[in-house]
């Protein structure tokens, strides 16, 4: 079973940026389409950017411009910058394959919290 890490969350100031890292636990980005995810508090869980394997990526469009996905295949590791923060933005983001799989394991998320 694949595990993740994400990390680099915290409390920002809107209009400020963030790096979200996630480290799995093998080399899989080479098999799967990686994605990010968050969940704020009362919504579900929501898919926000990914990439493939081979660097083609998408977003959702609240953070068209703003949130840019990109990957290190040799530290297994994908990340999230996170531009122009907005408090919309607060939630936890979670890491993981896409599309979703019912069997697929979540790791522990990474809070982001936007907010003066």
């Known amino acids: 079973q694949v595990q993740f890490v994400e990390s680099g969350g915290g409390l920002v100031q809107p209009g400020g940026s963030l790096r979200l890292s996630c480290a799995a636990s093998g080399s899989i980005f080479r098999f799967y389409v990686m994605g990010w995810y968050r969940q704020a508090p009362g919504k579900q869980r929501e898919l926000v950017a990914r990439?493939?394997?081979?660097?083609?990526?998408n977003y959702g469009d609240s953070v068209k411009g703003r949130f840019f996905i990109s990957i290190n295949n040799a530290k297994n590791t994908v990340y999230l910058q996170m531009n122009s923060l907005k408090p919309e933005d607060t939630a936890v983001y979670y890491c993981?394959?896409?599309?979703?799989?019912?069997?697929?394991?979540w790791g522990q998320g990474t809070q982001v919290t936007v907010s003066t």
């Open positions: 993981n394959r896409y599309p979703l799989q019912i069997h697929y394991s």
């Open positions: 990439i493939s394997s081979g660097g083609s990526t």
